[in-house]
DNA sequence: ATACGTTTCAAACGTTTGTTTTGGGGGCTT
DNA sequence: AAGCCCCCAAAACAAACGTTTGAAACGTAT
């Protein structure tokens, strides 16, 4: 990154300012002085401030959903294997996708999707649902398949509450483990939280149903 | 509320502009102008917009707190009869305190904890971690008590999946049971959202153990 | 070498932001 | 009635914002 083209420092500069204070507080000053480009550069390359936004979301979210639409391509050739693991696994594999070279991209990717959601900006929400609802939708098939107990309504509700705990908790990733460090002086890797996650979002998803 | 103080109408139009666009995003022009009082009323009674955000959240939290710490205090002299349930049920009926008549508040409540999780960078998060960080502790206590195969540690995690989970379905309720809507037909009270939840939380707070 | 399209740059634009100032009414006490 | 204090209102403030401008610098093909 040490000497790339304008666009792409303007780009990595913009992903992690916002993952760190949001995208409201984040000023186009602040990143085109980090990443040594001029102001005008932003305007000139992305024509706007939500350009740029939606293009550091895309940088991350293509290889994240073509990655994804293979791997549930391959798994709807053998249906009966599908299970909540394999589903929750391939997601992780996917994630891995966008981090090309440095593993903390993951977390900055997740930071950001919290962030897109609770600021749910029209034109983000928007964004993401005509983009890349699709791959969405298949996944949420995918998994109707896999509990065939659990009514296609009931899978909708868990997967959002899923979806949740995941960007919550890989969006606060390292102050959640420093906690955990100062409190229980064990420290965790980013992979054993994930870990602990999935086994989490797994049981809820085979929880009982609530008595109607 | 037709009538009420200055300092009240500013607080009741803060909380839901707040929770609508976030907190940069709103600017006190737009809080007092439909609050009907004078701009320069904010700055007067509240010293600056940090200050108004924390009253907002006090506002919430101090019932939110007291209700719950009482509540804790009962099942204290109780040890045995505490379970997880009981204690989901117990966070419940706090949040109730926060919605003086009008039952939305709750979705406030929660719309406004997951913007300030998100957005926290600097003086939000001191803020909780001060005033509210002891019946924080209290309840995760409690709770270690109520699953005692799952190991102090383990609890702490799952309960911060369970926070995600519940912070992100409570501040998108309304747009998530639109989409429920129209994707099923079918349309959820809040509490029959809420009532799935918290049997997708008790299943993750239970589920088996990684495999570590 | 000249001309051309692209990129970069410093500077300024017009808005909007949070905050401060100033001054003028009520309602109290003395 | 005078003084005091709390509250409100209109205006102005300085700073920061996203965006636009016009010219300079660049590489490239003619």
């Excluded at 002085?33 to 979301?57: D, M, P, R, T, W």
């Excluded at 639409?69 to 798994?75: H, I, N, R, S, T």
């Excluded at 509450?161 to 960007?167: E, H, V």
């Amino acid at each position: 990154m040490a000497q790339a083209g304008t666009v792409d420092r303007i780009l990595d500069t913009a992903e992690v300012l916002f993952a760190q204070k949001g995208f409201a507080e984040t000023s186009l000053r602040a990143i085109t002085s980090k990443a040594g480009v001029n102001l005008a550069a932003v305007n000139y390359h992305f024509g706007s401030k939500e350009a740029l936004i939606q293009a550091v979301f895309e940088r991350f979210l293509n290889p994240f959903c073509s990655r994804l639409d293979g791997l549930l391509a391959e798994l709807e050739s053998d249906p009966d294997s599908v299970t909540i693991e394999r589903l929750l696994a391939t997601l992780s594999q996917s994630a891995v996708a966008v981090q090309r070279g440095e593993p903390q991209r993951v977390a900055i990717f997740f930071r950001l999707s919290g962030l897109a959601y609770s600021q749910a900006q029209g034109h983000l929400r928007r964004f993401f649902r005509e983009h890349y609802g699709e791959v969405f939708s298949r996944f949420l098939r995918q998994l109707a398949v896999a509990v065939p107990d659990v009514p296609p309504m009931e899978v909708f509700w868990r997967v959002h509450f899923a979806l949740g705990a995941t960007i919550f908790t890989l969006s606060g990733m390292d102050p959640l483990r420093a906690i955990c460090r100062s409190d229980f002086a064990v420290t965790l890797s980013p992979q054993q939280v994930n870990d602990r996650l999935l086994s989490f979002l797994a049981g809820g998803i085979r929880a009982a149903l609530p008595a109607s």
